[in-house]
């Protein structure tokens, strides 16, 4: 497996820490997002059998941690709030070359598993700053089901494209993902 080319310092789980609420929300929006990128996915690619039943199997799992983190808001006493653009995702949709069916799959596949591992990364990072409770016990359930959902991605993306062909792609990938990581602002969010 890879790397990321940009490690999340612990001023961003400190960040998280000051404002849980706003970070839960986020995240919520975040699991939502990915229910549609899933389903879309599935839709671009009806003829590969094996992209359209991970999908839907990830569309479930997700649309279960979006009701779960949503939970967790209102067991806090909180609210979903109101959707911001993630600033995190634009550049890296940016590098989806459209039009050209395999470049476009394969970007997809490299992308959506990038951003995985970056969400892997991250909520790894707050299990183990939270205090032992049922939110710390959440994320440390959701960092195993990222890198699940980062290998699936991986996996699908060489079970379609030659081995090289994947490694250069996310080469490319992480290098942007790198830059784009360390220029944002530190905040409670999950990009």
Known sequence: MYSLRHQTGPEW??????DVDSFLSDHAH??????GSALQLANHFPGHS????????LAREELSHFRQVHELLLSRGSVLGKDHADPYM??????????QHPEYLLDRLVVFSVVETRGCERFELIANALPAGPVQSF??????????????FHELALAHFPAPTV????EEVLDVEARVVASLPIRAALH
């Open 90 to 99: 634009k550049p890296l949709v940016a590098l989806l070359r459209r039009g």
């Open 139 to 152: 994320y440390e359930r959701l960092t195993a089901a990222e890198k699940r959902h980062r290998d699936l």
């Open 50 to 57: 094996d992209i359209v039943e991970a999908m839907i199997d």
């Open 167 to 170: 490694a250069a792609r996310l």
């Open 13 to 18: 789980a400190q960040a998280v820490l000051t």
């Open 30 to 35: 975040a699991e939502r997002k990915v229910v």
